[in-house]
């Protein structure tokens, strides 16, 4: 019987409680919420194989994106030594964020969980760092864990906050950006 670790069991229960007590939520939001609290709840694909946990320069500003004392910031900070940090594959961005910014896959292609049908993963990007306009098939939800900015070619740039959530359509181009401080976020896509 598949028993998820205890540590990735804490982080995606307590991501997804703050996502659905966000009080901005938007009804996208609350309804991939939905998809994706039920595709966790299904066995994996998958038994996780061994992954060798890796950090990328900029995983030296964690300390500082995890200043705040939340449940949800001790519990990724439990979880963190065990993830495989990386770049974005690709040509996206120039090489200043190729340099600021790196991702971890929780759940899903080369993550603590393998799984095909919904991934989940963080981000982190140096202060003063962009990540570029992009778009992708899957609908998705970011919980925003920094003060950062959001962009969408709907909306434009705005502020969602600390434990604010962010919903981006099925192809909606989107960017983000660091300010002052590090960006992080947990993002969850149904696949």
Known sequence: MYSR???LQAVLDLMCRSVAADPGRSTD???TLGIVEERLRRTPDDRPEAQEPVRQPVCALLDEALA???PLLEA???LEPSLTWGRRKGDLGDDRFRACH????LVGPGGLEPRADVWVGVSLMAPGTSYPVHHHPPEEIYLVL????WWNEDD???RPGF?????HRPDQRHAMRAGAKPLLALWALPI
């Open 68 to 70: 705040a004392r939340t």
């Open 5 to 7: 670790d205890a540590h």
């Open 29 to 31: 939001t609350q309804r």
């Open 146 to 149: 920094s003060d950062v900015e």
């Open 156 to 158: 434009g740039w705005y």
């Open 76 to 78: 990724f900070r439990a």
């Open 163 to 167: 434990g604010g959530t962010v919903y």
């Open 102 to 105: 790196a991702n971890a896959m």
